[in-house]
């Protein structure tokens, strides 16, 4: 160390911290890698960072010989569900989904049977405040798995690209049902919504600003999910920036269905609403403590590393232009 120089802590604490990945490098400033102390030539280790302009490259491993692999990022890994569990799982899936529809259908049908039969108009109204729901339920499964995603919470049972490939594709479900409910106000019998009503936000015959605020998520998801096939060329930055404007979306719809809904007040909507806010605040509060205490945890770290070491890892505590390499050579 440059006795010259003034560290943060003493020479004798560094010696006390546990040091990253580096490797003993004699300095090539002293002749020879020697000093003399005493009358006597001592090699001095100096510690420097592992890849440096110039080094040479190491050496291939033996034929046969696997290398080691660096140590993968701190996190869940993913070990997949035990097939027993897969199975029981799809089971309970398919029984759920049997019971709902074999309770529904009949009187679905039932009532739809007397609908065509004495007020055709009305069934536009009937799939319209279906799609709603539906779109609301997508969007919330949308937003909810992406929160997952960002906590990392399902890494240990499902690939992240999967995950990811999901998350793309409930946000477009969402998009299409979306539109779909509000094409089909062109043939509501209830009110006379003409296509600049629909298209135009705030210009509906009925409950303009609720229906207003549905217009606008429509179109804020519509964005938002366009963003994923131009992510390479608009840049992760501004590609994650936009993507916060889902929680608007999601708030959004929330607002539209329990004001403009007709089911909005009755109690399995309220249910449902309250459920899928009540997770998404939750998942959202969850993300941001587990990335408050991450960066709490790297200035802790930053203050542990000896000078002259490259963190094992790009992180804050490199250079700014440094490409990763690490602290400066000390002068």
Not at 253 to 276: E, K
Request: a positive charge; charged letters at 10%.
């Amino acid at each position: 160390m440059d006795p010259n120089r003034k560290y943060p802590l003493s020479p004798e604490a560094y010696e006390t911290r546990m040091p990253l990945r580096t490797t003993p490098i004699v300095s090539p400033q002293l002749a020879g890698g020697k000093a003399l102390a005493g009358g006597k030539a001592l090699a001095i280790p100096v510690v420097r960072p592992t890849t440096r302009p110039g080094a040479l490259p190491p050496p291939p491993p033996a034929p046969g010989v696997t290398p080691p692999r660096p140590p993968s990022r701190a996190g869940n890994v993913y070990r997949g569900l035990p097939d027993a569990v897969k199975i029981i799982g799809w089971i309970v899936i398919a029984l759920a989904v049997g019971l709902v529809i074999g309770a529904t259908a009949p009187t679905a049908f039932t009532h739809i049977a007397a609908v065509l039969a004495v007020q055709p108009g009305l069934l536009a109204w009937y799939c319209v405040r279906a799609l709603g729901f539906l779109a609301y339920l997508v969007l919330a499964g949308s937003v909810l798995y992406g929160l997952l995603l960002s906590t990392k919470i399902l890494d240990a049972i499902a690939h992240r690209p999967v995950s990811f490939a999901l998350h793309k594709d409930l946000a477009i479900v969402a998009l299409i049902l979306g539109t779909l409910h509000g094409l089909l106000l062109t043939f509501d019998q209830s009110f006379n919504f003409t296509p600049i009503a629909i298209i135009v936000p705030f210009q509906s015959p009925y409950a303009p600003i609720p229906v207003g605020i549905g217009q606008l998520t429509l179109y804020g998801s519509a964005i938002v999910t366009a963003s994923f096939y131009v992510r390479r060329h608009i840049g992760q930055r501004t590609w994650r920036v936009l993507h916060y404007f889902t929680f608007l979306a999601f708030i959004g719809s929330a607002v539209h269905g329990i004001l403009s809904g007709t089911d909005g007040g009755t109690q399995w909507a309220f249910w449902l609403y309250l459920l899928t806010v009540t997770a998404a605040i939750f998942l959202t509060t969850y993300r941001i403590v587990i990335s408050v205490a991450a960066r709490s945890s790297r200035q802790k770290v930053s203050l542990f590393i000896p000078y002259g070491t490259r963190p094992a890892a790009p992180g804050p505590l490199d250079r700014p232009g440094s490409g990763g390499q690490g602290f400066p050579w000390p002068s």
